[in-house]
């Protein structure tokens, strides 16, 4: 599902983010990326999300071949594949309904399409009942419920996440990872980018750990 081969990422001002990183994800895995602030974590989402390109190495998500992606291919890359961020970056003027909705109208569904799918992935986040509010109007563990709503919301293969949980209070942070374990469940294979060990090692997935740009792995908690 998710290979890296060699994969380095080193920007023009000399920072290497990323040093010969080598991993594989099989479909249906769950695994959480740690390490310290500026240990490349973001880079690393960033290229599996086709948004940056690495300096060398292979990364394969499925069938695509990132290296050598065409502007045709990159589209149906990215419906492959939810991201979620820190900040939810939602849509204030729009409902929640139509932040849900937005990836689906871009890719040209029906009306009727869009409202089953809309109405079935809110009820999944339990905010069935919130759909015609706006986003200021909602929490911040609401508002992030509505995001990950969003990301999953082209049934994508591969969910992303990067500090997911980062603004939250524990209780929240907790409600949030349950929910990536359900739709874990569900089968959606998920890489989760997160520095709180405290919230993470409550859940028995494996971790891999970056350290100056180099990747270790660990065993999921006992």
């Not at 695994?31 to 999300?49: D, E, I, M, P, Y």
């Not at 999953?152 to 374990?181: Q, S, W, Y």
């Amino acid at each position: 599902m998710i290979e890296l081969r060699n994969v380095s990422k080193r920007y023009p001002n000399g920072h290497k983010a990323l040093d010969n990183v080598n991993f594989h994800l099989a479909p249906g895995d769950f695994v959480f990326l740690t390490g310290r602030s500026g240990a490349g974590k973001s880079t690393l989402l960033k290229l599996l999300a086709g948004l940056e390109l690495p300096t060398q190495g292979d990364i394969r998500i499925g069938s695509f071949h990132l290296n050598n992606l065409s502007r045709k291919q990159l589209p149906e890359l990215r419906r492959q594949i939810g991201m979620i961020l820190q900040t939810p970056n939602l849509l204030m003027n729009r409902t929640v309904f139509d932040n849900v909705a937005l990836p689906l109208v871009i890719a040209g569904y029906t009306h009727k399409e869009i409202n089953n799918r809309v109405h079935a992935v809110l009820k999944k986040v339990s905010l069935d009942n919130r759909e015609q509010d706006y986003p200021y109007e909602l929490s911040g563990g609401e508002q992030q419920r509505i995001a990950i709503a969003r990301a999953v919301i082209n049934k994508p293969a591969v969910l992303l996440a990067d500090e997911p949980t980062g603004n939250l209070d524990p209780k929240l942070a907790g409600e949030i990872m349950h929910l990536f374990a359900q739709f874990n469940r569900l089968g959606m294979t998920i890489l989760i980018a997160s520095h709180d060990l405290n919230l993470i090692n409550n859940f028995h997935y494996p971790q891999f750990t970056l350290h100056e740009g180099k990747l270790f792995h660990e065993p999921a908690p006992a």
